[in-house]
């Protein structure tokens, strides 16, 4: 059934256009990060990670950011398509803790 | 679904009784999770495990208590459902050895507890 509610924060975009998702983390002391993607009434889908000794990192469309200084680590989609549309989660982890830590979710919607 | 899967996938039943969840994986990978998922609330770890018969609590462990006797197995148990425990429950493995990177979920466990 449907994983998130109504009151996620919500991106809407045109097909082909970038879309740039944000996220903001609370420790300093993470050191790894990760990006998913989850449709409805699925798991959510590992896109890209990041580790904290790098500011940025590109996959097959995807780019994710990492800026420490302000605690703000970004998705970026080239060339957005329909299949894209989901739920986004952030993630945080620190490594002496073996928890990863998610946020609530950004919804992606695009349209033609 | 890297080699996950979750039983039952749907379940109702009723408060107070008992109710135990099981994720399954076949690919022998050390650390398995269980998380729940809420509107507004994200994904919440419940418990964990880092091997056969050890696991530790996770954020949100009140009124939930796991098991892992197996490698492969990694049960979640509620001793005595209750209505705040109708969730999404979504087990998952880390493919690392070292660090809990990385997770693969499995398709989820739509609880109701009426």
């Known amino acids: 059934g449907e994983s998130v509610g109504l009151h996620l924060p919500t991106l809407s975009v045109q097909e082909g256009d970038n879309s740039i998702i944000n996220c903001a983390y609370s420790?300093?002391?993470?050191?790894?990060f990760i990006w998913y993607k989850q449709e409805s009434g699925k798991g959510p889908q590992f896109i890209i990670d990041?580790?904290?000794?790098?500011d940025k990192r590109q996959g097959q469309r995807v780019t994710v950011l990492l800026n420490k200084t302000v605690k703000h680590l970004s998705l970026q989609i080239a060339a957005t398509q329909p299949g894209d549309s989901a739920v986004y989660f952030c993630?945080?982890?620190?490594?002496?803790?073996?928890?990863?830590?998610f946020g609530t979710g950004t919804r992606l919607q695009v349209f033609p | 679904d890297a080699g996950i899967t979750q039983s039952p996938r749907h379940k109702v039943t009723e408060t107070g009784t008992p109710v135990t969840l099981r994720c399954h994986q076949t690919?022998?990978?050390?650390?398995m999770y269980w998380y729940r998922q809420d509107p507004g609330h994200g994904l919440r770890l419940i418990h964990y495990?880092?091997?056969?018969?050890?696991?530790d609590k996770g954020e949100v462990s009140d009124g939930y208590s796991v098991s892992r006797s197996k490698t492969e197995d990694f049960l979640l148990t509620l001793e005595s459902a209750t209505s705040s425990q109708t969730s999404v429950y979504f087990c998952?493995?880390?493919?690392?050895?070292?660090?809990?990177?990385?997770?693969?979920f499995g398709s989820g466990t739509q609880l109701s507890v009426l």
């Open positions: 495990s880092y091997g056969v018969k050890d696991t």
């Open positions: 998952a493995i880390s493919e690392s050895e070292l660090k809990a990177e990385k997770l693969f």
């Open positions: 990041i580790r904290s000794n790098m």
């Open positions: 690919e022998n990978h050390r650390y």
């Open positions: 993630a945080e982890l620190r490594y002496n803790t073996d928890k990863l830590i």
């Open positions: 420790n300093s002391a993470s050191d790894y």
